[in-house]
Nanobody, 127 residues
Framework: QVRLVESGGGLVQAGNSLRLSCEASGRTFSVHNMGWFRQAPGKDREFVAAVSWRGGATPYADSVKGRFTCSRDNAKNTLYLQMNNLKPEDTAVYYC????????????????????WGQGTQVTVST
């Protein structure tokens, strides 16, 4: 059974940092792209960042560029999201996701291309 479990969320003050982790179990995803999405209260879920299975350029949403860093450790089957200089508008439930197809050279920012999802972790940024 495939499971994606996020951790590292919490309540922080604006300007501080958090590091989210997403550990996959049940199978290895070393040849799948992986990404982070988030859903703020009353809003649709949106793309945050993603990382290719083979490294290289990592796409980010404009709202997080320069503040967030997405990375992965294939040996640990784990995805990370380092979030610095957090802002109140970053408050959301953060979800990790794994692409449905393997060996994709294109890193999608569309939810429909991700077939495996975690349960989410809450990040709340206070002023």
């Amino acid at each position: 059974q495939v499971r994606l479990v996020e951790s590292g969320g919490g309540l922080v003050q604006a300007g501080n940092s958090l590091r989210l982790s997403c550990e996959a179990s049940g199978r290895t995803f070393s040849v799948h792209n992986m990404g982070w999405f988030r859903q703020a209260p009353g809003k649709d879920r949106e793309f945050v960042a993603a990382v290719s299975w083979r490294g290289g350029a990592t796409p980010y949403a404009d709202s997080v560029k320069g503040r967030f860093t997405c990375s992965r450790d294939n040996a640990k089957n784990t995805l990370y999201l380092q979030m610095n200089n957090l802002k109140p508008e970053d408050t959301a439930v953060y979800y990790c996701a794994v692409s449905t197809l393997a060996y994709r050279t294109f890193i999608s920012m569309e939810q429909r291309d991700y077939g495996y999802w975690g349960q989410g972790t809450q990040v709340t940024v206070s002023t």
